[in-house]
């Protein structure tokens, strides 16, 4: 039985890509037969983070074309057995593909691969619609950011209406350093206000921006950023994994702080 | 030291503000239509007693009700400053 996932955002920037491809390594890596789907038509980025851009011949819309078979336009990853990349086109725009569309594409994928990841551009207009058409569930990524909040409410509220059931978010970029100031919202926090169910945080790593200049996904490495994605997938193949140290080092520091400012 | 005394952290005004922002958001009803309840429900009290309309306020708050998604479900507030009880 396989499954297909939309990572989702609403607000650009806040580490939907990166999070694809280090959910779709990391299932790989755990063994899964994979296929990421960049849906961002125009503005195609999965590829560069994947390494994988300089193996392009065929795109998503030249499949939705029938300009090619489905099979031509999968690039297979030579590092991780079982990874396939179906790129996206760069030099069309969000119309060239319908929801249907994206719904059959799916629905073939479906019989040879365990998991399928749609990598979903900004914004809730076409290019939203047709990425979570085919989807089963979401992971929604924001940062404990009040422009990224505010468009994951968005986004979650959005894909309510279209009879999801199963959403889950990840905190990206948090910096437990200022979360111990009080400067910035704690994933508690974060949780607290979109109420749907967490399944990973991500502290900001400067290992992050390393791998994504060298291409290759850092899930599975021991920097921070790389552990927590793998933890990730685990929890996405319904493996109970604790959360990572660093979340309990905060709630400890709160505890301390809170104690003085009631002093 | 001066830290912990300050009254508010910035971490506490990003989770205020976002909890009334969302509320508005996820009701939706645009500022066209809050003019028009406003006026319906002055025209409304304006039989039964002079109001001042022009210091009159209603906006969309949470109340005590459970509602969707873990958050409480919204509540209209007016506030109608009376200016004589007995028309």
Redesign the interface.
């Known amino acids: 039985m396989s499954e297909v996932i939309v990572v989702t955002s609403g607000k650009g920037g806040v580490g939907k890509t990166t999070t694809s491809a280090n959910v779709g390594t990391g299932l790989a890596k755990l063994g899964k037969k994979v296929c990421l789907i960049d849906t961002d038509i125009g503005l195609r980025n999965l590829d560069v983070v994947m390494g994988l851009e300089n193996r392009i011949v065929y795109n998503l819309v030249d499949v939705v074309e029938g300009s090619c078979r489905i099979k031509q336009a999968l690039i297979r990853d030579k590092r991780n057995p079982g990874l396939y990349l179906m790129p996206s086109a760069q030099t069309r725009d969000k119309s060239a593909v319908t929801p249907g569309q994206m719904v059959k594409v799916i629905e073939h994928l479906k019989e040879q691969f365990d998991y399928i990841i749609l990598d979903c551009p900004a914004g809730i207009e076409q290019g939203f619609q047709n990425a979570i058409a085919g989807a089963d569930r979401a992971l929604v990524v924001t940062t404990p950011?009040?422009s990224a909040?505010?468009d994951a409410?968005?986004i979650?509220?959005l894909l309510?209406a279209n009879g999801f059931k199963r959403m889950d978010l990840i905190i990206n970029r948090l910096r437990t350093e200022m979360?111990r100031?009080?400067?910035?919202?704690?994933a508690s926090?974060v949780v607290?206000?979109?109420?749907?169910p967490l399944i990973g945080i991500v502290p900001d790593d400067e290992n992050v921006v390393i791998s994504t200049n060298q291409g290759e996904p850092l899930v599975g490495s021991d920097a921070p950023a790389g552990r927590a994605y793998f933890n990730v997938c685990q929890r996405l193949l319904g493996r109970e994994t604790p959360f990572l140290n660093f979340e309990k080092s905060i709630s400890f520091w709160m505890k301390v702080?809170g104690i003085?400012?009631k002093v | 030291m001066r830290r912990l005394f300050r009254r508010k952290s910035s971490r506490e005004v990003a989770k205020d503000r976002l909890k009334i922002l969302l509320i508005s958001d996820r009701v939706s009803c645009s500022p066209e239509m809050m003019e028009m309840i406003k006026q319906d429900i002055a025209r409304v009290i304006s039989k039964y007693m002079k109001i001042d309309t022009d210091h009159m306020e209603i906006q969309i708050g949470k109340t005590g009700a459970g509602g969707g998604r873990g958050m409480k479900s919204p509540m209209l507030y007016a506030n109608i400053p009376i200016v004589d009880l007995h028309k």
Not at chain 1, 181 to 186: A, I, L, N, V, Y
Not at chain 1, 192 to 196: G, K, R, T, V
């Open positions: 950011e009040v909040i505010r409410d968005r979650i509220g309510e979360v100031r009080g400067d910035m919202m704690s926090d607290d206000i979109l109420a749907i702080s003085f400012r």
